[in-house]
T-cell receptor
């Protein structure tokens, strides 16, 4: 069982809606990540938070807005999304920044988003 | 050249056989290497880290070749439950892990 918990597991939203995806981990990890995965494609990095500060934004459109309220929580706020944003959104955490040995990523089960 | 490349497969292998995958990476400064497996409609799960000297975990062996910039995964005595997509993951900069496209493996009874 994963120790990274994501909610909701499924989300359907219209293009004018505002919704949020939530992620929580209690492993004491200091880095948290959002990845986006389309069918039959690998996960693509969106954002990295390291010690609760945004350290990487992979040129993600502003309709995706991340937030890290504390070291255990990570949110992804969604607004004015497009149908092509439909995907599996994966949250991950790691003990240290992933560029350092020991920085294995541990994933949540994902939130499957459908934008109508 | 892509940052991380894998043969997408599919690899269809009889049960009990040995199968190997390679993954090449472009950044010679990369320090962290991992193999993940992903089952259909599930999240990726860490299979094993890859260490410079090579490492083994049961039926799985991972190797790193820095000179040629590739990592490999060998699965011995393959089981039906090994059917999955195997993702090579490499750090291409601090805090940035990049996934290969994945290799799809099907073990045939």
């Amino acid at each position: 069982d994963t120790e990274v918990t994501q909610t909701p597991k499924h989300l359907v939203m219209g293009m004018t809606n505002k919704k949020s995806l939530k992620c929580e981990q209690h492993m004491g990890h200091r880095a948290m990540y959002w990845y986006k995965q389309k069918a039959k494609k690998p996960p693509e990095l969106m954002f990295v938070y390291s010690y609760e500060k945004l350290s990487i934004n992979e040129s993600v459109p502003s309709r995706f807005s991340p937030e890290c309220p504390n070291s255990s929580l990570l949110n992804l706020h969604l607004h004015a999304l497009q149908p092509e944003d439909s995907a599996l959104y994966l949250c991950a955490s790691s003990q240290v920044a992933s560029g350092v040995p020991g920085g294995e990523l541990f994933f949540g089960e994902g939130s499957r988003l459908t934008v109508l | 050249r892509k940052e991380v490349e894998q043969d997408p497969g599919p690899f269809n292998v009889p049960e009990g056989a040995t199968v190997a995958f390679n993954c090449t990476y472009s950044n010679s400064a990369s320090q962290s290497f991992f193999w993940y497996r992903q089952d259909c409609r599930k999240e990726p799960k860490l299979l094993m880290s890859v260490y410079s000297s090579g490492n083994e975990d049961g039926r799985f062996t991972a190797q790193l070749n820095r000179a040629s910039q590739y990592i490999s995964l060998l699965i011995r005595d393959s089981k039906l439950s090994d059917s999955a997509t195997y993702l090579c993951v490499v750090n291409i900069g601090n805090e940035k892990l990049t996934f290969g496209t994945g290799t799809r493996l099907t073990i045939i009874p």
